[in-house]
């Protein structure tokens, strides 16, 4: 009988500090499959499962990288999705089967690159001047963006992956509240054509640490949860014994 409290609080921390995972489609846009060293195209070319914004001097595509892009290959899968900028801000974003949750807590992860092998636009375009963020309702969720939170708009070394981890908590009355979350990937401008921009996304990851019921607990948390209602229901039939 002492135990029965213990195990309501262990019921209740298993509950309400699960780790969950938010589905994203096409995280590591292999859904286009490619042979190596090709892309879908140039210009207006569509994304599974992503939008686009179609800017003028934008340009969006698929490329299965090969060494001489990226030694080192490629974090998560085969495929990337390279985002162009001549000038105008390019973006993609994913509308998620998942609504922004009151007092939880979420972090976006991804892997942005800038191929070794741009040619004539090196050492010119900064393969890590970009923005990664999540969105609901038309507001951005993470901490002010401004100039590029990728890297920090420091830029990165060209044949490499940066990875990028941007997390937020929301209060008991977020803007946007019960609105579908959006993932926005963002290739930032410089506003001159001699200037162009490049960034290839990859291994794009979404995760709501605060349990809101919205999506999925892993595997281990499902143990820990299954074990503490297990133990719970146990002490519940020992006492009323």
Known sequence: MKYLPIAFVICGLAANLSASTITILNPNFDAQVLAPGTATGY?????????????????????????????SGVPGGNNV???????????????????????????????????????????????????????????????AVIGGNINNGTGCTPGTFTKFTISFTTGANPAGLGQPLEIVLETLGTGSVYEPT????????????????????????????????????????????
């Open 43 to 71: 210009g207006f070319i569509p994304i599974t499962d992503w939008s686009q914004n179609d800017a003028t001097n934008t340009d969006y595509s698929v490329y299965n990288p090969v060494a001489s892009s990226y030694p």
């Open 81 to 143: 999705a390279d985002v162009f900028s001549d000038g105008t801000t390019a973006s993609i974003w994913q509308f998620l089967a998942t609504d922004l949750q009151a007092n939880d807590t979420y972090t976006l992860t991804g892997y942005a690159g800038y191929r070794l092998d741009t040619g004539i636009f090196q050492p010119g375009l900064d393969g890590c001047y970009g923005n990664a963020m999540v969105e609901a309702g038309g507001n951005v969720l993470n901490a």
């Open 198 to 241: 490049e960034l290839d996304f990859t291994g794009i990851a979404l995760s709501d640490t605060a349990g809101s019921g919205s999506a999925v607990p892993e595997p281990a948390t499902l143990g820990i949860m299954a074990g503490a209602l297990a133990l719970c229901i146990f002490r519940f039939r020992r006492r009323t014994a």
